[in-house]
Every structure is written in C-alpha cells, then in structure tokens.
C-alpha cells in the first residue's frame, strides 16, 4: 500500500530516495514544514550554515568535488534572494546544484506578502531550469526531475520553490518515488556523431603543429583518464582552462600549463600558431580567446562540448561534435586506433618535434619559475605561498580558492594530479566562494586535505562561515595571500589606470586574523618572510592539527602582479610578461 | 533579415517567460510575438519574428532548445510557407475623406468591422508588408489606433511541425 505523506514528509522522503548526504540551508518561516518533516528523520543530515549563500557555494563545492548533485534549503523572500549569487556561480561554470526555497502560501503569492519574493522569477536567467509547487501530490516528481536537470546533459542549478500551503501536515497524498522520468522535451545528447569522432581522428593524425585545449567540461564529464590517454598517445601538447585544471596531470610533460588572460606564454604561443586545435568540453570564453577576431588565424577547430548552443558560438568549429565529452573520447580514441592502424607514420613526429622544440624554447625564455626558494628575510612574493602549499601538500589537496591574483597564482602554480581537484568560481567570479567551497568538499570527503587559497579581501566576503566550520569540526587549511589590497583591482589600477587606486585599498583597517579565527575557536599564524612562511606551512599541514581549522594569514607583496596578462583586444599571443617586457605581434621566435 | 521561428512549447505556467527572457538576456529582438494552445492543449505554438543572420539564428535557435520546455524549434522563413497577420485600424472618416477610406479598405480586402458618423474601424489581414502598405495608403486620413496580432506562420506542403 502506497504510504499517504505531507509535502513536507514527501520533500524530506524524495531527498533521502535521491541518496542526498547534506542538505545545506538556514530555516525561515516559509520553510518551518520542512525543517519539522528534516527534525524527524536522520538519514539526511541538515548543514547550519550563517548565510544563505555559503550554503549554495557549499553545495557546489560538494558537487564540483564528487560529481554528485548539491542541495540547498533555505526559505523565502531573503533567503531565496541570498541564494541567487550561488545559482548564479553553479550556472556559469554548469555545476549540478538544487535549491529548494520556501515560498509564501499560494493564496498569498502576489500580493506583497511578508518575505515574498517571486523566485522563480528572480533566478530565471541564471537556473537550467525552476519549478514551482502547486500541490503536494507533484512533489515526489518533481524533485526526481530536478535532479534528472541538474545532473544530465550540461549540468546546471535547478530550484524547487515550494509554497508553504503544500507542505501542510494536515494535507497527505499517496508518495511513490519515481525509478525514472522521460520528458518529451528534454533528451541531452550522449553519443557523438561517429563520422565526426572519425573526421577529428583524421585531422588531428595528419596535424603539425596541434594543441589540445580543454575546459570544465572534461572535469565535469569525468573525462581525464581518457583525455590523459590519448595526449599521450599522440604525443601532443596540451593546456588547459582555468576551469579544466586537472584535465591531465599538472606535472605531465604534455602539459603547457593554463591558457587564456593570465597563461602561461608557452600555452597563448602555441595555441596562437597552432594548425589544429580540438577543443574539449571548453567554450572560448573571452578570457581565453582575447580578440575572437584574430583568434588562431591559422588553426582548423575541433570542438568537442554537451551543449550544442556552445559550439560556434564565439569561434566557428570547423569539426562540432555534440556529445558527453567522455563518451566522444571513447569513440575518438578507438578512431585513432583505426587512423595508426592504417597510417602507421602518422602523426608526423619530425613536425610534431619541430613545434614542440618551438614550445620549449617560449617555455624556456618566459615560462614560470616553478623553483622559487623558500628561504630568506626579504619579502613574501605571493606566488611563493602557493609554491609552498604545493611542496608541503605534495600535490594531494583538494584546492578551492576565491577569486582575485591569488586564484589565478594557485592556477599556475599547484599542479593538479587530477580532475575534481581544483574548485573556483571560473565562470562568475563569485569572490566569497573559497571558504564554503572547501567547506562543501571537506564534508564530502571528511579525512581529506583541503585547503582554501583566498585573499584577505574575498575571505571577508563569507568569514562568518567560521561559525559553520567550528559545529561541523570542518579541519580546512584556510591560506590567505595577504597583499593588503584588492590586488587584482589593483593591478589594473595600476597597468591602466595610471595608478590611481581608486577604493581597493584598506590596509589601515585590515583584522588581525590571527586574532579573529582564535576568536572562532580556530588556530592562526601570520608570516612576513618566506623562511617562516615555509615552516608555518608544515605546521599547518602538520598531523599535531589535522583536526583543526588553520588560518594562514601570509602578507606579501602588496605591488606584485600576475604574469603573463593578456594585451586586451590583441590576440592570443598579445602579452604582458613582467613590467617591463611584452610580447606584442612580434614573435620571440 | 527577417525571419518567422515557430517554437512548440509545453503549455505550463512560467514557459513564455522562459522564452521572452532568453531573447531579453542574450540581446535578441523581437519584433512580433504570437502565442496560444494548439489542437494538443498540452503544447502552446509561439510564433516569434526577430531579425538575424544564419549564425544569429542558429544561436538562437540553440539556446531555445536549451530551454526545458521548449519541445520543437523551426525556422519558417528558411523555405516556403504562409504567413499572416491580422489588424485592427481606427480612422477618422468624416466628409470627403469618408469614402476614400471605405475604397482604400475594398481595394486592400478589408472589412469595415465597427462604424460611427465619424470613423470607421477596418479589420484587414495579410502578410505584414500588405498591413504596412494599407496603413501608407490611407494617407492624409487620420489615423486614431491600431493594433496588429503579430505574425502567425505555417509551413507549406507536407511539412508538420509536432512534438
């Protein structure tokens, strides 16, 4: 006999169906049903977070760390409204998240009532899709469709807004979970059209000078194993985005580094003479493409992604294949198979040699110091915590970070093993991201090392979550690159602006944030030089703390910049490489 | 160029605002929108004109399919089909001018739907160049209110457009 439930009941009952760990959310009025449906059940455990969008960061840090859909509760009017930064950041770098807000009672929706806000109208142009609950019954469904959105085809943020009225206890309707769901309008592509995949593995054997450019979609699409597979099989380099670090291993010798406004010089040079490029599960975001106009003028372009609507959207695909980019990758990899098969000389190795001896030589005259000491009295230079972090973390943290120069620092300097382990906000750029990302990991993966790279500008963007951090014992390694500035901000300021620092600076009114995380119940240590900078890295990672939240608090230098940085409106081998020196239409070599 | 996108929607609260905010957020116009329940009453039928070259048109074309409830996409104006619009015009008819108005709508097929001693209210349909060229027509008639239906289009031939 089908059991008779409320809403609220059923809410509660479909989340534990769906296999849901966490729920992270704040009560409210509108949502006081459901809280009371969660008070009496202990197979999903309820997250208290201090603000409603942590909560959604939480959820997406979680969901970008497993592949495993996040889920939110939070209430109506400001509760949903805080939320929206957080479905915002999971739509632009395609996260699967779901919200479920409360909303006023239906008989009270449009008419100015106490914490009303309309929601679904609110989040519309950053979910993949929203519900509104009409009556109790279309629960169970709806939430199994919700999370069939979020987790198929491009992932992305789905809301369930759910009006008090039909989580009534009183009102009970028969629940039965749905196995499956099939919509009419809604049937993501899996499989790549097969004389595509053939059509890429032809060009790619007889390419000369390629690049494989790959982006969030390979993470996403749990795609690195095959990706790592086939570099190496065709001996070619490699780079990836910001959002598809880890795609191949950060320390495999295909590996050119990232690409894009703050790349490498190796990896802009490259892709800017390359013959082919096959782009995968990437989207040619003006941060890597510069001016699309003289983008790669002399590439052929295949471009591998889940969502039709990014193909030929910036840059004309001369080879589009629609498809899971790890099923294409299994399809192109046995097409490759087939190309050597009959065309053993392929690819051309003394032209693939000649244009990896030109890499190497962009690689030697302006690529990245990866072996920074770490002793001295001088003065920390920010890429020196990062260094640090890496040789102390061996490569084994999960790294979240906010954003600013220290995310684009951690970009070039940790070298990811693997995908699913770099978690930033690429897409939004959502500063207050790092400390609930790292918080939504750790609680997916409670024994492992997770470190949250921030700056001191973003971390006081969602510092409250210290809170949080403490009632759950969350032991994350907060590092934060001082630099006493919004230094990203001011590092425009400075290249553009004519130095004129117009509000990011504050450093007379900085917290001591030693102080202020003991005062949260946590540890802190701050470091001026990079000799103690190193040693207070061991200590943190140390096994006397690994049970305690570390704040880092290491000050650096507040006029360093990221280097390289994009000429803006040039192409991709337009660059800044230090304060002085550019590369500008001229080639190096 | 102009185009005719006809888009087979599911007919649920909160479906059109899906498609009117896509075209608003990625900067698409519309030039005319038409909407209503087909024989299917669970689908809605959403004629939409907007200006595009075949690339623009492709985005768009892309992104309404990305919508969840968007079932079909077509493009009507990329091959042969019927297109209508319906108006309602207002004009001032009063003395001479009186029967000018009543042989200009004769000439262009329209009917005089509503009449009173001094105007007359003219229903006319058409592709919406016939409706233009009516309304230039009148001339130096006083024009007091129109008001048009949008464009609704079909394919021609065999052609069905259905979930």
């Known amino acids: 006999m089908t059991e008779m439930l409320s809403g609220a009941e059923m809410l509660v009952r479909a989340l534990q169906d769906e296999g849901v760990e966490y729920l992270f959310g704040y009560p409210g009025g509108a949502a006081l049903h459901i809280y009371d449906a969660l008070f009496k059940q202990q197979r999903v455990e309820h997250i208290l977070v201090r603000h409603e969008q942590a909560a959604t960061h939480m959820a997406d840090g979680y969901a970008r760390a497993t592949g495993k859909p996040g889920v939110v509760l939070v209430t109506s009017g400001p509760g949903a409204t805080n939320a929206v930064t957080g479905l915002a950041t999971a739509y632009m770098d395609s996260t699967p998240i779901v919200v479920i807000s409360g909303q006023v009672p239906t008989n009270q929706i449009g008419t100015d009532a106490f914490q009303e806000t309309d929601m679904i109208g609110v989040s519309r142009p950053v979910v993949k899709h929203s519900f509104l609950v009409k009556d109790c019954a279309e629960i169970p469904e709806t939430v199994k469709k919700a999370f069939h959105i979020a987790t198929t085809g491009r992932p992305g943020p789905v809301v369930i807004d759910v009006p008090k009225d039909t989580t009534d206890p009183d009102v009970t309707a028969p629940y039965l979970y749905p196995a499956s769901v099939s919509m009419r309008s809604y049937k993501p592509a899996v499989k790549g059209n097969a004389r595509q995949i053939r059509k890429a593995a032809a060009a790619l054997v007889k390419a000369r000078r390629p690049v494989i450019y790959t982006g969030g979609g390979v993470i996403q699409g749990d795609a690195w194993k095959v990706l790592t597979r086939i570099v190496r099989r065709l001996g070619f380099p490699v780079t990836n985005t910001l959002m598809g670090l880890g795609g191949v291993p950060g320390d495999d010798e295909r590996f050119i580094g990232m690409l894009g406004m703050h790349g490498t010089y190796e990896a802009n040079m490259a892709m800017h003479h390359a013959d082919l490029i096959m782009a995968v599960g990437a989207r040619f975001d003006d941060r890597v493409t510069n001016n699309p106009a003289t983008f790669c003028p002399d590439a052929t372009i295949i471009h591998i992604d889940v969502d039709p609507a990014s193909i030929s959207k910036i840059i004309a695909a001369d080879i589009p294949i629609v498809g899971h980019v790890r099923s294409v990758l299994d399809g192109l990899e046995r097409a490759l198979d087939a190309e050597f098969a009959r065309a053993p000389e392929l690819p051309d190795e003394k032209a693939v040699a000649a244009w990896w001896n030109r890499i190497r030589k962009w690689r030697a005259a302006y690529g990245l110091d990866h072996d920074l000491s770490l002793d001295g009295n001088g003065i920390v230079l920010p890429q020196q915590v990062i260094q640090s972090l890496y040789r102390v973390t061996g490569g084994d943290a999960y790294v979240t970070s906010d954003v600013g120069q220290h995310q684009m620092f951690a970009a070039q300097y940790y070298r990811f093993p693997e995908g699913r382990r770099w978690i930033n906000s690429g897409g939004l750029g959502t500063m207050g991201f790092g400390l609930p990302a790292a918080m939504g990991v750790q609680f997916a993966y409670p024994k492992a090392t997770v470190a949250c790279v921030t700056g001191e500008g973003s971390f006081m963007m969602n510092m409250q979550e210290l809170s949080t951090c403490l009632q759950y014992g969350l032991p994350i390694k907060i590092v934060c690159v001082n630099n006493q500035a919004l230094g990203m901000v001011k590092q425009w300021q400075d290249m553009q602006y004519g130095g004129r620092l117009s509000q990011s600076t504050y450093s007379d009114s900085l917290p001591d944030f030693k102080t202020l995380v003991e005062a949260f119940g946590h540890v802190g240590f701050r470091v001026e030089t990079p000799g103690d900078l190193h040693e207070a890295m061991r200590e943190t990672f140390s096994p006397a703390l690994k049970d305690k939240l570390v704040f880092l608090d290491a000050w650096v230098d507040p006029d360093e910049h990221v280097y390289p940085m994009a000429i803006k409106g040039g192409s991709m081998r337009d660059m800044y490489l230090d304060k002085i020196t550019t590369s500008q239409q001229g080639d190096y070599m | ?163």
């Open chain 2, 1 to 163: 160029m102009r185009r005719i996108l006809a888009v087979l929607l599911e007919n649920e609260a909160g479906a059109l605002s899906r498609v009117i905010g896509l075209f608003a957020q990625r900067n698409y116009n519309i030039e005319t929108l038409t909407v209503a329940p087909t024989e299917d009453a669970t689908l809605s039928r959403v004629t939409i004109v907007t200006e595009g070259g075949d690339e623009k048109i492709e985005q768009i074309t892309k992104h309404l399919h990305r919508l969840i409830e968007v079932v079909k996409v077509q493009d009507l104006s990329e091959a042969d089909h019927v297109e209508r619009e319906l108006m309602f015009i207002k004009v001032r008819a009063e003395g001479a001018g009186r029967a000018e108005v009543k042989r200009t709508s004769d000439i262009f097929r329209g009917q005089i739907v509503d009449v009173t001693s001094d105007a007359y209210t003219v229903q006319l349909t058409g592709a919406s160049d016939k409706l233009d060229a009516f309304v230039r027509a009148l001339g130096k008639a006083t024009v007091l209110e129109v008001v048009r239906s949008g464009v609704s289009g079909i394919s021609r031939g065999d052609k069905v457009l259905s979930a």
